[in-house]
């Protein structure tokens, strides 16, 4: 969720309706996903820690969104929402980390979901390749990164 409102005002501020388009799904579809597994979880502990994360990630977001609107240097406005935007992506590839430290004390890979690890890689091979071609560091660096 918040990895996808982050893209979104990037987008915004650089004025591309592709990285834009490549990313308001994700927004829509997060929303969803949390929704449902909100109203799945049991644990009020749970749930409330899906509430705060939630609350963080869009009061963050909108902090940043308005406070870079209010700037009168735009370029550097640019950099701290791609900054802020990468730093984002890669505490959510950092998440499986967990994972795989209960994969290599169990020798039990089963935990991982394996269509979502072969989407993931798919989608920063095509970001990496788009980044690239033009010449924006902020999206290409945290997919080749990963």
Known sequence: LGNSIGWVIYSSAI???????????????SFFY???VYSLTVSE?????MEAMCIFLMGMW????FAVSMMQNASMGVEIIGVLAN?????LFASPLAT???VISTKDSSSINRPFAYCQ????????????????????LPNIAR
């Open 15 to 29: 004025k591309n309706p592709y990285v834009f388009g490549g990313n308001v799904g994700g927004v829509l579809l």
């Open 34 to 36: 949390v929704l449902s």
């Open 45 to 49: 502990f749970e749930k409330l820690k």
């Open 62 to 65: 909108c902090c940043v969104g």
């Open 87 to 91: 730093i984002v992506v890669f505490l």
């Open 100 to 102: 795989f430290s209960v």
């Open 121 to 140: 890689v798919l989608n920063c091979i095509l970001w990496s390749a788009y980044g690239l071609a033009v010449g924006d560091m902020y999206v290409y």
